[in-house]
Structure formats: structure tokens, C-alpha cells
Nanobody, 123 residues
Framework: VQLVESGGGSVRPGGSLRLSCAAS????????IGWARQEPGKGLEWIAG???????YYADSVKGRFTISRDNAKNMLYLQMTSLEPEDTAVYYC??????????????????WGQGTQVTVSS
């Protein structure tokens, strides 16, 4: 299993970014997959997930601002982030999880993670 995130960067408050996660080594369409982030000095937390039937999950902190999507034909996962706030500054990771877990279980229970991409929101 390989997951490779991209699209991070620096942006001003109110700005937007689109993260991508390229997946390989497994049957992408048969797995739930999502995004977690680790803010400075804090633990890793799920913020969004998408299931094999395209049902989505969002943490309250990003609901209404972030949109998760997947392209099974390209084995790609995306996270469109809008109205970014300084509190969104974090390293963002994609990871697979069980399609039976709604919401996703604590991050430590899953094994397949990317290397992360840094998002910095600052004026």
C-alpha cells in the first residue's frame, strides 16, 4: 500500500487549497479513505472520510468548509479546503480505514498512511 499526498503549501486566511492523495498497491474502490491532520503540539485527528458508496464524514471543525472526494478511475483522493483559518495549520495525511467504521475509529487503529503534506495558514 502506498499513499502519496500533495498540494500543501502556505496560504492567507480565507484562502483555498486542494490536497491530493495518490493511492497504489490495493484496490482503491474497495476501501474507505480519508484525511487526518496533526496540528502543532496536538494528536492526529480525522477531519474527513469517504466510503465506498461515496458517503462522507466530516469533523465539526471543517464541516461546510472542506469537501472530500474520490476518483476511483484514477485511484485519487482529494480534499478541497476553503475559508482556511490559522487553526487549519497542520500536517495533513491520507489513510485508508474500514468501510464499516462510521465515523472512522481513532487514527492509531489504522496502518496505512501517507507521508503527509504541510498546510500553513498565516497572514
Amino acid at each position: 500500500v502506498q499513499l502519496v499526498e500533495s498540494g500543501g503549501g502556505s496560504v492567507r486566511p480565507g484562502g483555498s487549497l486542494r490536497l491530493s492523495c495518490a493511492a497504489s498497491g490495493f484496490i482503491f474502490s474497495q476501501h474507505a479513505i480519508g484525511w487526518a491532520r496533526q496540528e502543532p503540539g496536538k494528536g492526529l485527528e480525522w477531519i474527513a472520510g469517504i466510503y465506498t458508496d461515496h458517503t462522507t464524514y466530516y469533523a465539526d471543525s471543517v464541516k461546510g468548509r472542506f469537501t472530500i472526494s474520490r476518483d476511483n478511475a484514477k485511484n485519487m483522493l482529494y480534499l478541497q479546503m476553503t475559508s482556511l483559518e490559522p487553526e487549519d495549520t497542520a500536517v495533513y495525511y491520507c489513510a485508508t480505514y474500514s468501510d464499516y467504521d462510521y465515523p472512522p475509529r481513532p487514527t492509531g487503529e489504522y496502518d496505512n498512511w501517507g507521508q503527509g503534506t504541510q498546510v500553513t495558514v498565516s497572514s
